[in-house]
Structures are given as C-alpha cells and as structure tokens.
C-alpha cells in the first residue's frame, strides 16, 4: 500500500480541471477557507487540498497551516473547508450575490445526463468586493457545484459523488491576475455559469478583464496543437505565498499529456497516480527525466483509494529544486475513444495493424492526400463528392439522413475511391494535409470506422443507394475539363442525386451489387438502403434480414432504446453488447460512432453503417454497405464473440 501522507511545497495545477467562485455570508473578500477549532469558526486560508474516498463522505484535508498530516473531516459536513469555502457565495443574499464574481466550469455539468466530452477541466472562480482576493477551486467531481441549491451541503449532496473518490484543492489569488482563465481557455472547459458584478467597480473591471472575456467568448486557440504554461503565487492570506504552476493543452498530441508538455515544462522527474490496466501508458524510463506510474492501492487514515475508484489524477515531482503536487482530471489513460490511436486492416494485411489515424503513414492520410495535397490546377480536374449528416462548420447534425461518405477520382486509370465512414464534420476540404483533419473534427472523443473501396468510377451504384437514403451532400465538384471523368460524373444516377428529386414512395428500399476494381481478387459490394418514416422496426429486421436472409450479429451495445435480439430461425438478428477489444484498446458502444453487422453463417459478409438498432432511428433514411472478404468477416466474428453477444437459443 502506497501511503499518502505528506504534501509537497509548491503546488501545480494541470488544467484539465475545472474552476468555480464562492462568496461570504456578508458579501467580502473571497478567499479559500478552513475550520478554525480553537475558536469553532472558520477562517481565511492560503490553500488548502481535500481528499475525499470512496463510497461515502470521509475525507481527510491538509492546509497551509497543518500541512504535515491529514485531518478527517466529513466532505458535507459544516466544518468541511469545501463547505466553508462555497458558503462564501451560497449564503448570500440575492442582493449581494449579485455583486460576485464567478465562474463556473465543468465537462460534467449539473442537470447534464452525461459528460461533455471536448475538455476534462473542472474548477470554480470567485471573488467579492474587498482585499481584492478571489479563491479558485480546482476539483474532479461531476455535477458540481450546482448554485440553485439552498446550501453548500446541499450543492455537494446533488452531485451524487460519493460512489468515487476525489480531490478537491483551493488556492487563494488575487483577483486581478486573470491567469487562471488563460489557462483554462487552453482546455476548452465548459463553463456552465458566470456572473459579472452588477456594480461598476474593481471587482466588475477585473472580471472584464480581457483574458477573461475571451474564455466566456467564442473563440478557442487558433493552432490544432497548442498549450500554455506560467506560474504565480498565492494571495499568502495568512501564511507565506506558495508558488503556482499551471499548464494546459488544446488539442492533439501524440502522447500523453505527461510526456507531451508537464516534464517539459517542470523538467523534472515525476510519479503520476495512474492504476494498473491495458489502457496506462506504461512507465517512461529511458530518458534523463522519467514518469513511474503509481499503481496503489494507497491508504488515507481508514480510507482505501484506488484509481479505479478514483476521479483525482495526482502527481508528484521526485527530485530536484522543486517539490511540485499536481492535480488533474487526466491521467496517462489512453484508448481508442479520445485519441487518435488507430487500427487497420487491408487486402495486403490480414491481421490488425497499429497506426496514428493521422500520422503521414495512415492509409486515411494516404487516401485523402490524393486530392487535399493536390495542386490547384489539378484539383478542379478531379471528381468529388462528400456527404454527412453533420457536415463541416455546421453546428448539429442534420436528421434527415444518417450517411456520411467520400466519393472521388481523377483522371486515369477509371478508379475512384469511396470512403464510407462514421465520423461527424469529416471531411473539411478546404484542408490541404490530410494529417490535420481530424484536428478540425470532432473526432478524438469518440471512436470511429472508415471503410474505403476502390472501384471503376463507370459504376454508380453507390450513387442511386445515396438517393434513398437522402444524403446531405455538402460539397460536389464536376471535373471541369470535358472528357471521361466529366462524362462518368454527369452518368443520369449521380445527377439525380445532385437534384431536388426523392425516391417516391415512403416505403422505398434500394439494393444493388457490384464488384471492387482489383483484376486479380475483386469483392463484392452490397449496399442496401431504405428510405421514408414508415418502416415500423429498425432496419435490420426491416429490410436487411429479409434480403440476405441470413443470421446476423449486430453491434448494438445495450439499454431500453436498442431493439432486441431477434429470434424467430431460421432469421435471426443477436446484438453485441461488448465492450470489444482491438489490440491494446477496448471499445465501448456508448464511445463508438460505427455500427457494423456480420452475417453469422458460411456467408463471409461484414456490413457498416452509422445506423444500429436504435428505436429512435427507426424512421431515419439509413442504409449498409457490406463487402464479402473472408479476413474480414473472420476478424470481426472474433470480435463478436458469444460471450458479449444476447445469443438467441437454438
């Protein structure tokens, strides 16, 4: 057991938490706070960290003044400096709530049924009238805090966070150094409340502080890849001022923030709590400056952690001049959903390959280049078409289709390639290196598929499947020079999709087959499509069961909106639950973008779409595109193993 009893000098704050601001029953300076026994009050304070276990309320505190060992203190309990701080603003009255400054932000915000997932951070900022002090709370816990309760015990008890553990810590700054929301700008957070003075004043002019406003603006860091590092000092109210460190990341990089940017930063060595498990970076030894991993489990008084159960990322620096703490909402995690980590199989590869899905050696970035690296000149000579429910610099995605892809050629040899996919606002052309789109896109949150074919662009097919299922077609361009790849663009089926005109009837339904363009080994293609509102069940008993009329295993994860298995032999439709496992890496439905089917049965058929079984999709045009390839309906029968699958009972 690792014991935690000791707190390092200096503190550093990995933004990728969140910030928050509090006030006093009487409106004030605000400063973090802390339980004064000797008097029974509380008492103004320069920094204090709270840590919170599992499944309950114990929590043990360490503070500027009593920093040699932890206190135990119930986290909702009156004395609890959380609940001292908070109450700064939280007992006010209306009048003088309205006098405060705060900001509030977190990717777990109250009322939200999920997490949001484009930052991690979570904290609270506030600050009153007086002294020109503001406290800044840097925390891991979702749904918090939650200003429309009555009280401080009350905002912490609609949290709902006893079940794990974690960590809250309060620094004391000055108000006027807007640092902490530069920083935060840099995490993208998610700020769920704000409020500006309501009296001009110090208070008002430090909240319009230019750093400030951008992080409540629109705006987010210009570069796919950038971050921000600095240091300040605590207000010393009352103890001596320990320095601060900061540092955030927007963005991709290609390896943990640990090794990316804080030994940079810190240049210094580092333990990061961090669990055990397939998804942990594994320790970095080999250079001069190293990161071991802390597996735990550690003890706090009678409190056992570990990080399963933990939302706290911790660090600690080894050696050196500093003795740095960091605090986090990340650690040195990395999966599939939230990356850039990706697999590849091929006519070439039989087995899963590892790839960065933008590294210059991604068959993605490969595929793409063709057109996005291209000259001017030879560009408005190609022939492209890009489809999506959720097309670039839109907002939401649009419900009147499901199907997202990539169509284009060029001049020679008659192939064109079509990239089916699953991603949202994907793909951006006016990029012109295919390694930054999924910079652009949302992408790294989710995990998601591409499949690309090649085929004689004289086929279209794949053209009349689009007209049913009512793509949104957000960009086309016809090869402006007269000749074959003009001619096959304007083929009657792809013009009709370019038009106003729709499949007639409401229960329209389209299936067609053609080939790939190899000579040697072509596969066959299926696309099946549907479109109109007036299919009572999902498509795969609907339309896709009734046309192969075969067995299939559909990815469907689990819940009250996913259809059943359907088990009616000789048709049978079982779902994968999962999670699945590729490599290293384990795929949850909820993070998954892509829904893919096999045909469990001699038929070596593996279909994708952007469709499951969803009840609330049902009337949504939707189709699949199978190809028949034995290694690949092999590899993903493996994935749908029995023991993740509601077998149907023979």
């Given at each position: 057991l690792f014991t935690f009893n000791t707190i390092m000098k200096t503190l550093f704050v990995l933004f990728l938490l969140g910030i928050q601001l509090i006030v006093e029953t009487k409106i004030g300076q605000f400063v973090c706070r802390r339980h004064d026994y000797d008097k029974n009050?509380?008492?103004?304070?320069?920094?204090?960290?709270?840590?919170?276990?599992?499944?309950?309320?114990?929590?043990?505190?360490?503070?500027?003044?009593?920093?040699?060992?932890?206190?135990?203190?119930?986290?909702?309990?009156?004395?609890?400096?959380?609940?001292?701080?908070?109450?700064?603003?939280?007992?006010?009255?209306?009048?003088?709530?309205?006098?405060?400054?705060?900001?509030?932000?977190?990717?777990?915000?109250?009322?939200?049924?999920?997490?949001?997932?484009?930052?991690?951070?979570?904290?609270?900022?506030?600050?009153?009238?007086?002294?020109?002090?503001?406290?800044?709370?840097?925390?891991?816990?979702?749904?918090?805090?939650?200003?429309?309760?009555?009280?401080?015990?009350?905002?912490?008890?609609?949290?709902?966070?006893?079940?794990?553990?974690?960590?809250?810590?309060?620094?004391?700054?000055?108000?006027?150094?807007?640092?902490?929301?530069?920083?935060?700008?840099?995490?993208?957070?998610?700020?769920?409340?704000?409020?500006?003075?309501?009296?001009?004043?110090?208070?008002?002019?430090?909240?319009?502080?230019?750093?400030?406003?951008?992080?409540?603006?629109?705006?987010?860091?210009?570069?796919?890849?950038?971050?921000?590092?600095?240091?300040?000092?605590?207000?010393?109210?009352?103890s001596d001022p320990a320095n601060i460190f900061v540092a955030a990341k927007y963005g991709s990089f290609p390896r943990d923030m640990y090794m990316s940017l804080i030994i940079r930063t810190l240049k210094q060595s580092l333990r990061v709590w961090t669990g055990r498990g397939p998804h942990i970076f594994e320790s970095l030894c080999n250079t001069n400056i190293t990161i071991e991993n802390v597996y735990g489990e550690m003890m706090i008084g009678q409190s056992t952690f570990s990080a399963a159960v933990d939302t706290a990322r911790w660090s600690i620096s080894k050696v050196g001049v500093g003795k740095y703490f960091c605090l986090s909402n990340s650690g040195r995690e990395y999966k599939l959903a939230d990356g850039l980590d990706s697999f590849v199989i091929s006519d070439t590869v039989a087995q899963w390959a590892a790839v960065a899905v933008n590294a210059a050696t991604s068959p993605t970035v490969y595929t793409f280049n063709q057109y996005l690296a291209a000259k001017a000149a030879d560009k408005i000579e190609a022939a492209v078409l890009a489809y999506n429910n959720h097309p670039p610099f839109i907002r939401r995605s649009l419900k009147s289709s499901s199907s997202k892809g990539f169509i284009a050629w060029g001049a020679e040899a008659g192939k064109a390639i079509w990239v089916i996919h699953t991603m949202d606002k994907f793909v951006n052309l006016e990029l012109v290196d295919s390694t930054t789109l999924f910079n652009y896109a949302p992408l790294q949150d989710k995990a998601g598929m591409l499949m690309c074919l090649t085929f004689s662009y004289n086929l279209n097919e794949w053209a009349e499947a689009l007209l049913y299922e009512d793509a949104v077609i957000y960009f086309w361009q016809m090869p402006k020079t007269p000749g074959a790849t003009q001619t096959a663009f304007a083929a009657p089926a792809i013009q009709k999709l370019l038009s106003k005109e729709a499949p007639r009837s409401h229960f329209s339904k389209y299936t067609k087959t053609m080939t790939t363009a190899s000579q040697t080994a072509p596969v066959k293609i299926h696309t099946?499509?549907?479109?109109?509102?007036?299919?009572?069940?999902?498509?795969?008993?609907?339309?896709?069961?009734?046309?192969?009329?075969?067995?299939?295993?559909?990815?469907?994860?689990?819940?009250?909106?996913?259809?059943?298995?359907?088990?009616?032999?000789?048709?049978?439709?079982?779902?994968?639950?999962?999670?699945?496992?590729?490599?290293?890496?384990?795929?949850?439905?909820?993070?998954?973008?892509?829904?893919?089917?096999?045909?469990?049965?001699?038929?070596?058929?593996?279909?994708?779409?952007?469709?499951?079984?969803?009840?609330?999709?049902v009337d949504i045009p939707s189709g699949v595109v199978c190809i028949e390839q034995p290694t690949v309906h092999s590899l993903f029968t493996t994935l749908a193993a029995d023991s993740i699958t509601k077998i149907c009972k023979r």
């Open positions: 009050a509380a008492t103004y304070t320069d920094w204090w960290i709270q840590y919170k276990g599992p499944d309950g309320t114990d929590s043990y505190v360490i503070t500027d003044v009593n920093n040699t060992e932890w206190h135990y203190v119930p986290v909702d309990n009156v004395t609890s400096p959380l609940i001292e701080t908070i109450d700064q603003y939280v007992t006010l009255s209306d009048a003088d709530k309205a006098e405060a400054a705060l900001v509030a932000y977190n990717s777990f915000p109250p009322y939200f049924r999920r997490p949001i997932s484009q930052s991690s951070s979570r904290g609270v900022v506030g600050w009153g009238d007086e002294s020109g002090y503001a406290f800044w709370l840097v925390h891991t816990i979702s749904k918090f805090p939650n200003f429309h309760e009555a009280n401080s015990p009350a905002v912490y008890a609609f949290a709902q966070a006893n079940e794990k553990a974690a960590m809250i810590m309060c620094l004391s700054i000055e108000y006027q150094n807007s640092m902490w929301a530069k920083v935060a700008y840099y995490e993208d957070p998610v700020v769920f409340y704000y409020r500006s003075p309501q009296t001009a004043g110090p208070t008002q002019d430090a909240f319009n502080a230019p750093e400030i406003q951008t992080l409540l603006g629109d705006s987010f860091p210009s570069l796919p890849s950038s971050y921000y590092s600095s240091s300040m000092k605590t207000a010393g109210v009352p099946i499509s549907k479109f109109g509102n007036n299919f009572s069940l999902d498509m795969y008993i609907s339309l896709i069961l009734k046309i192969l009329y075969k067995p299939i295993r559909v990815w469907t994860g689990e819940g009250t909106n996913i259809q059943p298995s359907f088990c009616k032999p000789p048709l049978l439709i079982e779902n994968v639950v999962g999670p699945i496992n590729i490599g290293d890496k384990e795929i949850n439905f909820r993070q998954d973008t892509a829904r893919w089917s096999i045909v469990n049965d001699t038929l070596n058929l593996f279909c994708l779409s952007t469709v499951g079984r969803e009840k609330e999709k």
